[in-house]
């Protein structure tokens, strides 16, 4: 039993060697790969998406430090830490007017107004992965999945399964209320207003006395720029 036992262990101990030596084959292999298509990689966001994907399956994160092979070769360290600073400035600049929230295409069309026409092109994904990095910074950068999208939270509000619920109710309209929101999910009044009311109090709402059908809660990430800055002018 005792020898069983050794050998059993000895066969582990060689798989995990062969295993390792396979890993190391496949990262030379991704190097190499990176080395040839670089300028590939900087350039093409679905390129450089694909180039992340195939880092992924090997465990590699070129992501993880900005020195090293990967930030020398492809400086795609610094550019997503980059990335990271321009998304903080927009999400700065639009603050007082959507309450640090905003949806991922609407972020993503001013980032890429704020590089310029002749700036590199960036992607979605390549914001996402941007702001996977930002939450260094604290709890203040996270995303809430919105149907087949992502809702950018860019203020240390903490946002419960309640708020989302409340966020993905008024995704269609960009609005929602009271009586809305108990019709669709069957809450408590008192549960309904400690909702809203913190969503108000932290910015990320706007209340709306004068709608026909009673108060509405507007929330300007999810609505248009000009329904935003026409709610911004008649909101008390």
Request: aromatic share 8%.
């Amino acid at each position: 039993m005792r020898r069983r036992g050794v050998g059993a262990g000895a066969i582990a101990k060689k798989k995990l060697e062969e295993m390792s030596k396979q890993l190391e084959t496949f990262r030379g292999h991704l190097e190499q790969f990176a080395s040839k298509h670089k300028q590939d990689i900087r350039k093409s966001p679905q390129f450089r998406m694909q180039f992340q994907n195939m880092c992924a399956a090997i465990g590699v994160d070129p992501l993880a430090s900005g020195k090293g092979f990967w930030s020398e070769m492809l400086g795609v360290g610094d550019f997503y830490y980059e990335l990271g600073v321009q998304i903080v400035e927009v999400c700065l600049a639009l603050r007082h007017r959507n309450g640090g929230l905003m949806m991922l295409d609407e972020l993503h069309k001013r980032v890429l107004k704020s590089r310029g026409k002749l700036a590199q092109d960036v992607s979605q994904d390549d914001l996402i992965r941007a702001i996977k990095k930002l939450k260094v910074l604290g709890n203040g950068f996270s995303m809430i999945q919105m149907g087949g999208s992502y809702l950018v939270q860019s203020v240390p509000a903490e946002l419960n399964m309640d708020h989302t619920t409340v966020l993905q109710l008024a995704e269609e309209n960009g609005y929602t209320s009271a009586a809305e929101v108990k019709a669709a999910l069957k809450w408590e009044p008192e549960r309904i207003d400690h909702i809203l009311t913190y969503l108000l109090r932290e910015g990320l709402a706007w209340l709306d006395i004068q709608a026909t059908d009673g108060p509405q809660y507007w929330f300007p990430a999810l609505c248009s720029q000009d329904a935003a800055l026409e709610l911004n002018e008649t909101s008390p």
